[in-house]
């Protein structure tokens, strides 16, 4: 028996990206588990995406492509451990935007105990005269280029996009056990 949900092609029906996981969702909910991704114009979406990790290592991430309309960036999270920083503090929710005067690439060694660790784009949108960073919400989501089990590129659209770009942000994420 097929599953209709995964034979639905969200982007073609009028919806975004976060309308189409929240439906996509429901629809699951007697099944007891929602999607990881949805099926958008013939790409896997998601919004978010989980690495299983050793619980020591190094996290390598390189901005590959970053749209100037909008700043961006991407979200790391380890939970119960996180990235150490140069002063030795482990921060448990890393938040790295796009600086076009930094490098493109940043590392981290990182402690993951549970050895998860959790990605996600993230964009700032104007609020009236304040700058919010989002993420999940309109048009926000992403396809994976898999180039190997912890090494995986992320073809971002940001939320304020009116149909997604997924090349708004694209980023790399490299992940070697210590």
Known sequence: MTNDLEERDYGAGGFTIQKAMIHARRTQRSQGTGPLSILWKGLHVQTADSLVVSKNGVVRVHFL?????????????????????????????????????????????????????????????RRGARLETEMWTGNAGFWIEQEGPLDRVYHCSHGSAQTPDFESIVYRLSVTSA
Request: glycine share 10%; proline share 7%; net charge negative.
């Open 65 to 125: 492509k970053v749209s100037p309309l909008i700043r961006q960036g991407f979200d790391l999270k380890i939970p119960s451990g996180g990235c150490l920083l140069a002063n030795g503090e482990i921060q448990e929710h890393l938040r790295t935007f796009y600086e076009p005067e930094l490098d493109a690439m940043v590392q981290y060694n990182y402690v993951a105990p549970g050895g998860l660790l959790k990605t996600w784009n993230i964009y700032e949108v």
